[in-house]
């Protein structure tokens, strides 16, 4: 399979503790997009890398999370102290950086997050 | 940010009927994008669209990027059991903003056999 791929696919943790996500993109792409979507609403964006660098970031993105792309290739995404109001589906996409491929993001499966 | 507002919310339909959703914008955008998402997944990527005015088919699906540059429909002709799930419309801006994407609120398409 060689679609994007996102670890763990549930997480339950308790309120206050730290969290960590990761993506594994599709190989030939270099952007890499972190979304968030709660129940009932679209996908928002987080934040995306173009290889190793963070291109742009959302408000969303509060001082408790912070994504990196260390060597170009995943990328993985941590919360700090977490809230009950983190609880959503955290989503990686991936596209190309050039060409009409740069429009086309890819979705991984998503890492659902509850926070009890 | 910007709005995208996408409609009808929900569709109940029976088998073999055509299906039309809309979704319009509050700012003009460069590129249309339509997704499909089912229960626990992702979305998946189903149409893309990149010049105003421009119709675009993907097997029954059909999509058109509106003249204004602001709004974008999905078509999808004699639907299916499988069709069952939520669209979403996508759009992409410019300047700063061109990483990102502005999802709309979903369609609910249930289909009846």
């Known amino acids: 399979d060689t679609g994007v791929s996102q670890d763990p696919r549930h997480k339950i943790t308790k309120r206050g503790q730290n969290v960590t996500f990761r993506c594994d993109p599709i190989?030939?792409?270099?952007?890499l997009y972190w979304y968030r979507q709660t129940l009932g609403q679209g996908p928002e964006f987080l934040t995306y890398?173009?290889?190793?660098?963070?291109?742009?970031k959302s408000r969303l993105l509060s001082d408790r999370f912070s994504a990196e792309r260390p060597k170009g290739s995943f990328s993985t995404l941590e919360i700090q102290r977490t809230e009950q109001g983190d609880s959503a589906m955290y989503l990686c996409?991936?596209?190309?950086?050039?060409?009409?491929?740069?429009?086309?993001?890819?979705f991984g499966p998503g890492t659902r997050l509850t926070v009890t | 940010g910007q709005q995208l507002n996408q409609s009808p919310q929900s569709m109940f339909i029976q088998e073999g009927e055509d299906v039309s959703m809309n979704c319009t914008s509050s700012?003009?955008?460069?590129?249309w994008l339509w997704y499909k998402q089912e229960p626990g997944e992702g979305p998946v990527l189903l149409i893309a669209?990149?010049?105003?005015?421009e119709l675009t088919s993907n097997g029954r699906l059909t999509a058109q990027f509106g003249i204004t540059r602001k709004d974008s429909f999905l078509n999808i002709s004699a639907s299916i059991p499988s069709d069952v799930g939520i669209y979403f419309c996508?759009?992409?801006?410019?300047?700063?903003?061109?990483?990102?994407?502005?999802f709309g609120r979903g369609t609910q398409l249930t289909v009846w056999p």
């Open positions: 996508a759009g992409q801006g410019r300047g700063s903003t061109l990483g990102r994407l502005y």
């Open positions: 996409a991936s596209s190309l950086a050039g060409g009409s491929g740069l429009y086309e993001q890819y």
């Open positions: 700012s003009i955008f460069n590129t």
């Open positions: 669209l990149y010049k105003a005015g």
């Open positions: 190989s030939e792409h270099n952007r």
């Open positions: 890398f173009q290889n190793e660098a963070q291109l742009e």
